[in-house]
């Protein structure tokens, strides 16, 4: 709980303030949050800022003061929101499902059971960049090259690691597999370091455009065949999705066919339910401007930003869904 502090409610006892002769003391309350996201370049990062930004207009009547910090991921951000010293994180549908069933990176720790569900965000496709002149077209052609498949914390090594088994492509063996950040994966495949990333973000995303601005040219590269049906079948996240080319028109003429997750927003059964309750209500209520923040948040209603959750609702969250109708 090294964060706790900054949860815990600072006392602002600024003296006393003077009204109409009679002395009222003053007690504003600051409640300090902080949302984990990503790396900038992505989308997790504008997401925490945009739900930050809707949140702080109303400071003056909730006294909560939020904002984002830049981290390696979705399973960072679990694990930081576990251990106290985050109150939220975003993270992929597949990452909370795993923590919440004791799988992946929390094989050994088991149910991960303090995990709460707030809400579910943007679609998130598993997006396969690669140089033109390493003549990659499919998973397949991966084999021999210099691939990145993610950091570890990072939400998206799982799935580079999924896609490649179900083209029986080892990582360990069949492939020179780099683990950095999202955020480092378009210079190294500029500077020719890298023949290729993996990236489950949404679209459009700084991270792709970045990589497609460059001197050497990129195409993203589909995820689909029989392989994928496969994958589709063996785990329950996964859904098929596809990344329009139109935002990245450097890369292509057709739209990419391929894997997808959820963004979702989690918090820990101990934050407050007051806070979480004006968080959910903020962001529904002006869910509206909070779609024009990004073009990922198009797809976005009030009904499906409550699927492709695994973890309980956060009781704060819950109240407010019943508040308005959305559940029973
Ligand atoms: N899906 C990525 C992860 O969980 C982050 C994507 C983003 O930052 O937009 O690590």
Known sequence: MRRALLLATIMVCAGALILGGAVVPVQAKTTFVTIGTGGITGVYYPTGGAICKIVNNKRDQYGIRCTVESTGGSVFNINAVLAGDLEFGIAQSDRQYQAIKGEAEWQDKGPQQDLRAVFSIHPEAITLVAAEDAGIKSVQDLKGKRVNIGNPGSGQRQNSIDVLEAFGIDWEKDLQAEQVKAAEAPSLLQDGRIDA????????????????????????????????????????????????????????????????????????????????????????????????????YSVLTRENMLEGLSAPFHPGALKYYKEVGLMK
């Not at 689909?224 to 292509?252: R, S, W």
């Not at 391929?258 to 934050?271: N, W």
């Not at 962001?283 to 509206?288: M, S």
């Open 197 to 296: 990333f993996f990236y489950t973000v949404g679209h459009p995303s700084g991270a792709i455009k970045e990589a497609a601005a460059g001197r050497r040219k990129v195409r993203i590269v589909p995820i689909t065949g029989p392989e994928v049906d496969n994958l589709l079948k063996k785990y329950p996240y996964y859904a098929k999705a596809v990344i329009p080319i139109e935002f990245y028109p450097d890369t292509g003429t057709e739209d990419i066919q391929t894997v997808g997750v959820k963004a979702t927003f989690v918090t820990s059964a101990k934050v407050p339910e007051d806070v979480v309750y004006a968080i959910v209500k903020e962001v529904f209520d002006n869910l509206e401007e909070f779609k024009k923040l990004h073009p990922a």
